[in-house]
């Protein structure tokens, strides 16, 4: 399973990349291999607010749901529209072509509660076993 | 024992199975305190010919409406099933197979759902339809819910008082544990029966969830739903149409011309029998944006591993089984098998027989509308714009339950007496007719009716 | 050859179906009646067929299809027993097919009979005070029960219950009927034995639980041998114990529902009482309740009056109201009664005792060749697992499943229970034959044999069944919900 050290992530399997200001929000690798294929994302609209831990969005796969909670809040300045229209890509490359979001990050300190790529791991690790 | 087909030697094979010690757990799998001490009071099982007879000999206590000219509509229409929907409904591999959760063992239950969406697509001019719901009532207070979801901000429902009012009280159960109030909109007795709009056009922007209006009306009236759906979209809300009579839909403008956004309702009238009210089909239909939130099964086409056309059951996350409390509904079994009848039917009609079969219901609803109102003291109660159900009005003091009894006598079933609904429709009886009330039976009616009316 | 096209694409234009009669009266013009803009002129794309095409077509239809008379249909929790064919005969009759739901009570007392007996039939099976037939399938007859609940507890006062206990096992109508209540969900989690233990009730149970809600016997098939224990903790602090009826064909003339301190069951017509499945609904959800609940039960009630007819009555001013139209699914009813007259009470005490001799014998045959998680005396079903074949070749319990078409079999339940990983339920119910089990243990045996030697044509079956694996993702990314015409 492929984790980038210079990302972080949440306990959620959302992972963030810092762009300036902004955060980057996708799902992880973990969470595509265990939805399976997936075939539908929800999210929110440009300029929508989201709040830290509550739902952003959905990802479905056939059998499975799972929420997209937020790791941080923000406004949302940018959505990938392409990826609502092919949500596959997510399977394909959960940290490139499929992130989700842009968000204005709101309070940065936030940005200090996420999860090391290794903390991710070793999180993983403890709930699947 | 009747459909247990072990023998003694089966039996005694089994058991030798099992070690002496697994005996003993199988004979306490139940703890001794909870195990019955005396054996079910329930008579000894009847041999098949004494279960047809004692059973034939209930059925035979109740009249039909063979025996009697039955004039009763209301929410369930009798109409004439050809004898194809029995025969082909009736295959075993159809009635005897479960949910399709195996999609290759189960095409000829898939395509025929994928086939029944279709016809209700087409009959109602909407976008998509579910797999079925179990009845128009239920249905309805689906189509409230999905509303809700959809329009999350809203604090009410607005039901218009001209709705089946048991599809009234079942939406008004549905809502009892949410926040959501149910609103009835009063509707006028006088003269035009149809819904009076003003609580909508009061209602703050964003604060009605959806407008719930029956086409034709639980009166037979049909209003003017464009207008009504119409004023609740601009005011933020969703239109729900809801029909009880789907034969109604082959000669009035389909819900989607009429506004609405949800099209529900009953669709018993082709291919259930009356049965005493059950089991019929709640069908639903919604414009393509709303199916995420659209509760109940849905089939849909796909490929198989050799690529050849297939269906499945699909967008299954909305469910329960997957999505549990947060599913958009907790149906699970539905009405399958009442669907295939409602598909067979619609199909065995055909796009010209359907139009001739709603044109002779109209036809013969109006002969009769003529008759009785071509009398002195029985007048058409509301706006004459009706499919094949309307309601008529004597003259004040007169006991339409006593109407009801004389034909009873003649053993004619006159109608549905609406102030079983309403203490102000006193003199008003609901009179429906369809392809199976004869003329010869219309004449009879019409003239009793005239006869005990003249006598007042 | 195969003709896979639809009804709409064999329409022929101008083709006739069934026409109605010749009009007796004369025929008038809508559009002389009704204003134009009300006034619909075509039905698009609607099918045009003859009466043989449509033979054809459905009987080609069903012939895709596989039902309980096609062969053994092990589906764990379904209960898909025999559908005894006079039970269809009898809902056929005229006296039952052609009465109105709004003909007066004293023309149909024939009906009425059928419903209040079959009520009063259910009561003396559950060991509950009162029944109802009203709620149309299991989950409306949850819902039925957990809006009861709700009433019950604001009519006391205690509109601070807000939570339903649910175990891990549960099937998934039951959270969504409680979410749909107004409730919210709390899980429990079954032990190592497969059941409840009393410790972890007492741990979440408190004074803002409305319920326990549970299935008895459990979805592993496993007798909740605690519950009176459990029932007395959870009565304790005032609240109540639902449960979920879906499994009663293990316990009929052997316990009662009654005695173990059930306040609330639905039972499920269409599973234990053989009413058919008719490839998903109608089906019928009876619910059963203590004297304490009565009050609140759906109406309309059928009442005996005192010359002896029977009547219905709304008149119950705690009652939730009604969850339908009319009456309930009458004609399933109908069945369900048949059922049980045909069988009696000794009959239907045979029914669990083979239904739990058939799951366990059925069970033993699969020891050694399938992994057993909750291996002791099951009820009227078991659970087995695709851990050993997983482990050794890759095979699933999906494949296995697909597998076991090719030999003539609907599969089990699968992936259910949640708790179980490749969880694999099967039922055999009481109506198949030792022989018929027989065949299953060596099919099941013979694919775990194949999963081994051949893992390639598991994975990749079926192979002998009308189509081959079916393409979920490609239906759910892109939905084709209905034909529509070429443009």
Known sequence: ?129 | MPYIPHTDEDLMQMLNRFGPEYLENLRNLIPEELRSTRALEIPRGLSEQDLVKHVSALASENATVEEYASFLGAGAYNHYVPSLVRHLAGRSEFYTSYTPYQPEISQGTLQALFEYQTLICQLTGMDVSNASLYDGASATAEAVLMACRLRKKATKVMVSGTVHPEYIETIKTYLSASEIEVEVLGYSTRKGGETFLTKIEEAEDGSIACLVAQCPNFLGVIENLNTMHELVRSKGGLGITVVTEPLSMALIKPPSELGADIAVGEAASFGSPLGYGGPYLGFMATRDEFVRQMPGRIAGETKDADGKRSFCLTLATREQHIRRDRATSNICTNQGLSALQAAIHMAALGRDALKHLAGLNFSKAYYLKNRLTSASGIYMAFTPHFFNEFTIRFSRGVDVDAILDALMEDKIIGGFNLKRINPELNCHLLINVTELNSREDIDRLADKIIELTEKK | MLDDRLLFEKSVVGRTGIRPPVPDVPLVKPSDLLPATLIREDIEGFPELSEIDLSRHYTALSSLNFGIDTGMYPLGSCTMKYNPKVNEDIASLKGFTAIHPYMPDSLVQGALKVICELEELLKEITGMDAVSVHPSAGAQGELCGMLMLASYFKDRGEDKRKKIIIPDTAHGTNPASSALAGFSVVPVKTDKSGILSAEAIREVMDEETAALMLTNPNTLGLFETNIKEIADIVHEKGGLIYCDGANLNAIMGLAKLGDMGVDIVQLNLHKTFSTPHGGGGPGSGPIGVTAELEPYLPVPRVIKNENGTLSLTTDRPNSIGRLRAFYGQFLVLVKAYSYIRRLGGEGLTKVSETAILNANYLKEGLRGTFDIPFDRACMHECVVTDKLQLEESGVSTMDIAKRLIDYGFHPPTIYFPLVVSGAMMIEPTETESLQSIDELVRVMKLVSKEAKEDPQTVKSAPHRAPRKRIDETAAARNPVLRWREEA
């Open chain 1, 1 to 129: 399973m492929n984790h980038p050290a210079e990302l972080k992530y949440t306990k959620e399997h959302e992972w963030i990349k810092i762009e300036g200001n902004q955060a980057v929000i996708g799902i992880t690798d973990y969470a595509q291999d265990s939805l399976g294929d997936v075939v539908y994302l929800e999210l929110p609209e440009e300029g929508d607010s989201i709040t830290r831990d509550e739902g952003f969005g959905v990802v479905e796969s056939v059998k499975a749901v799972s929420d997209l909670y937020a790791p941080i809040s923000g406004a949302v300045a940018e959505i990938n529209d392409s990826l609502v229209e092919s949500p596959e890509v997510i399977n394909d490359d959960p940290y490139g072509e499929a992130w989700m979001l842009k968000v204005d990050v709101e309070n940065a300190s936030e940005l200090d509660e996420l999860l090391s790529a290794e903390e991710y791991e070793q999180y993983i690790e403890e709930e699947s076993s």
